[in-house]
């Protein structure tokens, strides 16, 4: 029998290629500012968390199981 709070953890283990693809994304852009102080950093935050949030209704918006 589960417990409520292991089966929200188990949501963040059960789509980890999801979660794996944002943090690429967000930790290239970072390396890729500190490399080039010319980008425009607004922007890039924006295309960000943009790409996160449609990467995140993608991937963690599964059917529901009951």
Known sequence: ?????????????KYPYTAG???T???GTAIWMAINRNLP???MVVIDMF???VLAVVGFG???EG
């Not at 029998?1 to 963040?12: A, G, S, V, Y």
């Open 41 to 43: 950093g607004t922007r």
């Open 51 to 53: 790409t996160s949030v």
């Open 62 to 64: 599964g059917k529901t």
């Open 21 to 23: 693809v944002i943090a």
């Open 1 to 13: 029998r589960r417990t409520p709070m292991l089966k929200e953890f188990l949501i963040f283990i």
């Open 25 to 27: 994304i967000l930790l």
